[in-house]
């Protein structure tokens, strides 16, 4: 260690000098000895960082201040974020009262295939035919969806969801939101700030950084929910997203300047290829080269040990530790269509019982319904229910549910 | 954690804080536990493969040092360094291919999907080489193993690069760095230069088109093919050199210097010369440790050749196992061979860019472009769906899309302006410090540059070498 009253004797005397050298590829011994240089005379210190901080928060409001403008004048839309899962969820929070006469409250948690319909919804199905039963007139449900919703998220979101005062929980596993691209695609990392502190370290041993969550990235949106900062970042990112989308209209706006439509020409290619690239001709099924893509590994069979059945495996056990229950239901896939295009579906069956042994074990039950509709109850490619006719989906797969939850309970 | 994010703000500013206190002390032990905890804060277990590599090579290179014979503990320290980043990178298509013949490794051949690659194994692996090589050959005596461990885990160019050589950092951490006025404000133009190429031009203004057109290879028409290679050129440029900037420009800030890793590579008049403007301390690595290695120029004409072409195809395939990156690496070993076999290689990169050059720059620069089609697509057949939408010939007489062809303007001044810019800069910071502006001008530039990313950074991208 040098003597530190003395000036550092190896420092280069110019700084242009420095950064030659450094920059120098094939040179090896880059620092060389030499006297030290004063630094050019420099106004006080405590001044000239009054002057930086004041000028550099002027000319961030400078900066600020008119493209909000811009994007409030705008009205510019923005995509999903993470806060409004959070807020949708702190929303249902609020509002669900556990009614007087109920013995038993069950709370139904999952994605699209649990939500989505053009008529009645698979969770609409479920609550009718749980009423309608006479072991079902005094249980009670409420439900939480989100599109894309994972095992990553659901895991961020489980002591939201013990906040309900709920004796059960019934969650949707669908087995094509079980791969390490979707886990990218639909991961709302932000919600790690819902993590409490006592589940840092198991989070820390699942593999939750493919969805963005990091050790980094939990501490600090912690740090912002127990700061009570959550709903000014939450401000930030909402601002982010929406300049985000500035840039479209901006696009737009130079193609209205200019009387032409690339914008739309572009997209509606692509639109147009990306249907006939995922589609079989003709059908909204999807075709043999992206099952891979949609269905991962899933349709190979995959272990106890597989990934996301481990996150699965920490949020039934912690439901099951705090007496709620879990119920897990595997949500159907199209195998009528994938037998067609000659996809071997014995896979499926493979994983549901890898499913099931992890359930199991941290104290859950596993309702294995993935074979449960056929290709006609399908109402897309993307394996969500048909909700009208007489085979509707939603009622099959709503009957099925509520025959499951009220078995289950009669256990 | 993205240095282009706040979370990373706020680490920076504890360490820079803690610098700063201990005055003109040695850092190594605080900068070597805040790297360990940077890292730590993105992936923990990683923490462990980089634990065992440093520990491992540190223990051979101090064998290599006394042994009379250390050509052994070379090799060995070698192949456990690149075993282990090869073991990483190209496990989740070596195992589902093992697992075909051995059905003992099926469940791992399912579980590998989500295999995540330790972050910055590629760069530290081959610095890793490089201290072991260099103290074999006796260019750098081995330092202690502090010093080496922060060399190695050096937060700023831990998970991207530049990739460095002992000499240019262990004698830094020897003195404890040098903060002086003018090094802090390098520092902070860097960064700031930095985040705009990041955040504003790679994420926010270029990556829309590439995505864009990437995801549905050969549906548009030519010319947005055309505008979405030439984005792609410089998004993945911006997005690069951003990140070495910013890594630069980190380190300035607590007094260490980093080596630059571009310098304006579309300006460059022939391939050759693009190799040492591009990614310049892999280009080096490989021409030290790989090229030269392998015989140079040593053996005639032909294995000079063959040489070149398998350094190139080599540095292709250190990016990941695909397809892609081996045509990546292939077309460029092609284009500097046919560079030195047309007899036109010279070393002129010092000499100022004239108009005469214009057209081997366009020619360089539209050469480098055609590569960068299989590096980004996807898939070896979405690549070629992208050459047969940029031959839609018909097309080119209308159907150009004015906004991304603008971008695209904006990003070619950007880098005619850095070219301009870079030599004048060390006068203008000198005239800054003894200016009583100076630090007016140094917040608002920063004020508004932190402001423009933090709001452009909806796009929310990770760095694109981060995957490597």
């Known amino acids: 260690m040098r003597d530190a009253s003395r000036p550092a004797p190896w420092i280069i005397a110019e700084e242009d000098r420095a950064q030659e050298v450094a920059s120098e590829p094939h040179r090896v011994e880059v620092y060389r000895r030499a006297p030290a240089v004063d630094a050019p005379t420099t106004p006080r210190a405590s001044p000239r960082a009054l002057v930086f901080a004041v000028s550099a928060a002027v000319a961030s409001a400078a900066v600020v201040v008119p493209v909000v403008a811009v994007v409030l004048a705008a009205r510019v839309d923005r995509a999903t974020i993470s806060a409004d899962v959070a807020r949708r969820l702190d929303e249902l929070k609020r509002t669900t009262r556990r009614p007087a006469n109920v013995r038993e409250q069950v709370l139904l948690i999952g994605d699209s295939v649990l939500g989505v319909a053009d008529g009645p919804s698979v969770a609409d199905e479920t609550r009718r035919r749980i009423s309608a039963d006479p072991r079902g007139r005094d249980v009670s449900t409420s439900v939480f969806w989100w599109p894309g919703l994972l095992v990553t998220s659901e895991w961020c979101l ?26 990218l695609a639909f991961g709302f990392p932000e919600l790690a700030g819902r993590v409490r502190a006592d589940r840092f370290v198991e989070g820390l041993s699942l593999p939750l950084s493919v969805s963005g969550i990091t050790a980094g990235q939990m501490l600090f949106d912690r740090a912002l929910v127990v700061t009570g900062l959550e709903d000014a970042w939450t401000r930030v990112v909402d601002a982010e997203a929406r300049v985000y989308n500035l840039r479209d209209r901006a696009d ?79 949500a159907p896939v199209n195998v009528d269509h994938y037998r067609s295009i000659g996809v071997d579906v014995s896979g499926f069956a493979r994983s549901v019982e890898s499913m099931r042994a992890v359930v199991e074990e941290n104290g859950g039950r596993l309702l294995d319904l993935h074979t449960t509709l056929r290709d006609a109850q399908l109402g897309d490619a993307s394996d969500h229910a048909t909700a009208h006719g007489p085979g509707a989906g939603t009622a099959a797969l709503g009957a099925h549910l509520a025959q499951g939850i009220l078995d289950t309970e009669a256990r | 954690m993205s240095f282009a994010s706040v979370p990373f703000a706020v680490f920076f500013a504890a360490v820079w804080v803690a610098v700063r206190l201990r005055g003109d002390r040695e850092n190594t032990s605080l900068l070597l536990f805040a790297s360990l905890l940077f890292y730590a804060l993105w992936a923990p277990s990683a923490l462990l493969v980089l634990g065992f590599l440093l520990a491992s090579n540190y223990a051979l290179a101090r064998n290599m040092e006394r042994s009379p014979r250390p050509r052994g503990w070379l090799v060995a320290s070698v192949v456990l360094t690149l075993g282990t980043l090869a073991t990483f990178k190209y496990a989740q298509v070596a195992v589902p291919f093992a697992a075909r013949f051995v059905p003992a490794l099926r469940p791992l051949a399912t579980d590998v999907e989500w295999l995540a690659v330790p972050i910055g194994i590629s760069f530290y692996a081959f610095e890793m080489v490089s201290v072991a090589v260099d103290v074999h050959a006796r260019r750098l005596p081995c330092p202690p193993f502090s010093r080496y461990a922060l060399f190695v885990t050096f937060f700023p160019h831990l998970v991207a690069g530049p990739i460095l050589r002992g ?38 203004l270029l990556q829309p088109i590439v995505k864009e057109t990437f995801a549905a290879p050969g549906a548009a028409s030519g010319p ?22 910013l890594a630069r420009g980190l380190s300035c800030l607590l007094g260490y210097e980093l080596p630059m890793n571009f310098e304006e590579p579309y300006l460059s008049r022939d391939p050759a010369e693009f190799w040492r403007r591009w990614h310049m301390t892999l280009s080096r690595w490989l021409r030290d440790y790989l090229y030269v290695p392998l015989g140079g120029n040593r053996h005639g004409p032909a294995r000079t050749y ?67 089609i299989p590096f980004r697509a996807p898939t070896w057949s979405a690549a070629v769906d992208f050459f047969r939408g940029l031959s839609k010939v018909s097309s080119y007489a209308s159907a150009w899309p004015p906004f991304p062809a603008l971008v695209v303007a904006l990003a070619v001044a950007t880098h005619f302006a850095e070219r301009a810019l870079r030599p004048r800069l060390p006068a203008f910071h000198v005239r800054l410090a003894s200016a009583s502006w100076g630090a007016a001008v140094d917040g608002a530039l920063l004020g508004a540059t932190v402001a423009l990313a933090v709001l452009a950074s909806g796009a929310g991208t990770q760095f694109i070498y981060f995957q490597f």
């Open chain 1, 158 to 183: 489980a002591d939201d969801f013990l906040e309900f005062d709920a004796d059960r929980v019934v969650l949707e596993v669908n087995l094509r939101s079980l791969g390490a691209g979707t886990a």
């Open chain 1, 252 to 330: 737009r706006a130079l193609d209205a300047l200019l009387a032409v439509h690339s914008v739309d020409e572009r997209r509606g290619a692509a639109f147009q290829d990306g249907l006939a690239r995922f589609h079989v001709p003709g059908k909204l099924r999807e075709r043999r080269e992206h099952v891979a893509e949609t269905l991962w590994n899933v349709r190979l069979g995959v272990a106890p040990s597989y990934p996301p059945f481990r996150i699965l495996g920490a949020l039934v056990r912690r439901f099951a530790d705090a007496g709620k229950h879990p119920l897990v239901w595997a």
């Open chain 2, 167 to 204: 000499g240019e950092l262990v004698p830094q951490f020897e003195t404890g760095g040098a903060r002086t006025p003018l090094r802090n404000r390098r520092g902070l133009w860097l960064v700031m230069s930095g985040l705009l190429k990041k955040v504003v031009l790679s994420d926010y």
């Open chain 2, 224 to 245: 947005v093919h055309l505008v979405a290679m030439y984005s792609f050129a410089f998004q993945i440029y911006a997005d690069f050199s951003g990140y070495s900037d």
């Open chain 2, 306 to 372: 063959l040489n070149l072409f398998l350094t190139m195809a080599i540095g292709g395939l250190w990016h990941g196992a695909g397809l892609n990156f081996l045509v990546w690496g292939a077309l460029h070993g092609v284009f500097l061979v046919a560079h030195r076999a047309s007899g036109a290689a010279r070393n002129d990169e010092k000499r100022p860019l004239a108009w005469s050059d214009l057209p081997r720059v366009v020619l360089t620069f539209h050469l480098v472009c055609l590569a960068w």
